[in-house]
């Protein structure tokens, strides 16, 4: 059975770095056919942030790309989401997804809140 479970939110002030994590069980990392990050601000709906597909090619939001990082950790078995210079406006639920086999498969999310 997948989980998959986010971590590292909390309060973080403008213009430091954060990194989350996600580990991600019941298959090998290298397994899943794309791994994203997402997030949900409140009164808005689900966005996309950023990819990593298996064969290690990574695609981001374009408005997020020059402080967003995303990677993999396989011997953790985690993903991976470093986000640089952050701002108020990164303020939001993270979710990670895993997708395998044309299942989807969501953690609960972790908040992130940017304020001084």
């Known amino acids: 059975q997948v989980h998959v479970e986010e971590s590292g939110g909390g309060l973080v002030q403008p213009g430091g770095p954060l990194r989350l994590s996600c580990a991600v069980s019941?298959?090998?990392?290298?397994?899943?056919?794309?791994l994203a990050w997402h997030r949900q601000a409140p009164g808005t709906q689900r966005e996309f942030v950023a990819q990593?597909?298996?064969?290690?090619?990574?695609y981001y939001q374009d408005s997020l790309k020059d402080r967003f990082t995303v990677s993999r950790n396989f011997l953790e078995s985690t993903l991976n989401l470093q986000i640089n210079r952050v701002k108020p406006e990164d303020t939001a639920v993270y979710y990670c997804?895993?997708?395998?086999?044309?299942?989807?498969?969501w953690g609960q999310g972790t908040q992130v809140t940017v304020s001084s």
């Open positions: 997804k895993a997708d395998y086999g044309g299942r989807t498969y």
């Open positions: 019941g298959r090998s990392l290298s397994s899943f056919d794309n």
């Open positions: 990593i597909l298996r064969d290690g090619s990574a």
